[in-house]
């Protein structure tokens, strides 16, 4: 007889087959960590709220600075919360242009910009910039709040597992972290909790600690008529880990109506479902540069305190080794006295040349030089063509991860709030036009725009050329279509849309002003026959002169 699993016992069994899978990461992951970051990586549960000294392994801290660098490059470049770094549009560029979809666009595009100000969002970005740099991976919970619509909890390496579906996009997150028994009683109820829990919460130790599973995944049976929280698409269930108790399958199960984990990698090998990135690429010179810190220490040490070796008779007097100290000592024959055990050769200046080049690999990984580029030229005199060409070095480098970071963390990010903001019901009502209608992201930031504006060079070659050609023939800029290289080029610079006028309003501006110049060439046309007819009344037409010979032959004809 076939044994039916209990649904506890099933997600069990997945968190035992994603743990296997994660054990192969699990060397390099706590590397990474050692030599890099020591604070971040909870690679048994029992790490979490543990202090002591976790940086004995960094006598060198060239690569965390290096890692503090893209930190900061990434969230200016990528999220800065000092500047729109996107904006909501829709697929339709003619209907974007009408006036009450663009209201309807930027005002909610504001009012999400308001709720990343005032939530935890850009004090949780940082974090996860700094996994991904570290690691390869990160995660991040975007939870509901009835205050500021989202809350983020961030997660670091080691306490979540992952797994993706066919298309390579993450749709499992297993989350095992401890809480305190009165905070596993508060958030879930004392009757949801196991036997252990509710003798330790009944025996007053409130602060003692339970392991606690979060598993999120689609829900493969479900009534998809049905919206109540456990027929949503993607399953939410807490529970203890440990044997489960008969009746007691959950602390909690519930759903979510889309993914709510941001989980973004650095670069994806393969069919991989952990990423890789900077950490993993400069782990080797990483350990390197430890290492040969840790030589040079010594070798400074063997020249400036050798080891010393001294004659039997000394035993049991004091050695005076400080500079300038004078040991005493019977005088007893030859060979009494202190001499180095040997001489070291240590050539100091090679190693530090090597330590050097190793400094510079592990800045090259990380992209310092790109991030600090601008920030360490003092020149006066740079131009900006060469600004503009190293902005697109600095795209070139970076421009695959970020692609990968706006498709599996930012966009989701929007996508997350944008639903919440319609559950709780503060979106301003849409224009009919847009009823049906997909929205797009478009995003804004230094980084965004330095990849659009790859293209501006040619453009500008292309204006300089007509420019040329406009010298020997001017209907040459006839060829050029200016309404569409303004919109274009705008566009690659990220520009204001609000600054831009729209096409029906040209077309209006256009009209008006032909209008306008039609009128006024009337108007000077009426002006010159009525000087005309003037000048006519008041000549004299009695003698015999050019008019009055002119009038003559009309009336004869």
Known sequence: MEMKWTPRQQKQSRLTQLDTEFSSWMTEYRDIARYLTPRRGRFIHTDRNKGGNRQHSILDSTGTYALHILQAGMMSGATSPARPWFRLAIPDKDLMDYGPVKIWLNDVTLIMRDIFARSNTYRTLPGMYRELGAFGTAADFVDNNFDNVIHHHAMTIGEYRISTDDLGYVDTLYRKFDMTVAQVVRKFGYEKCSMRTRNLWDNFNYDAWVTIVHATEPRRERNPKKRDAVNMPFSSCYFEEGTEEQGKPFLSESGFEEFPFLVPRWDVIGGDIMGSGPGSEALGDLQQLQHEQMRKGQGIDFQTRPPMQASGQMKGNEANMLPGGVTYFEQAGQGVGLSPAFQSSLRLDYLLQDIEDVRKGIKQCFHSDLFLMLANDNRSNITAREIAERHEEKLTMLGPVLERLHDEMLSPLIDITFSKMVRANILPPPPEELQGMDLNVEFVSMLAQAMRAAGIGSIDRLLGTVGAVM???????????????????????????????????????????????????????????AKTAKTMSETNTDGNNALTQVAGQMQGA
């Open 471 to 529: 010298q020997m023939k001017q209907d040459a800029i006839d060829k050029v279509d200016t309404d569409t290289l303004i919109d274009k080029y705008g566009d690659m610079l990220g520009v204001d849309p609000d600054l831009i006028v729209a096409n029906d309003e040209v077309a209006i501006i256009r009209q008006n002003r032909a209008q306008a110049a039609a009128q006024a060439q009337q108007m000077a046309a009426a002006q010159q026959m």
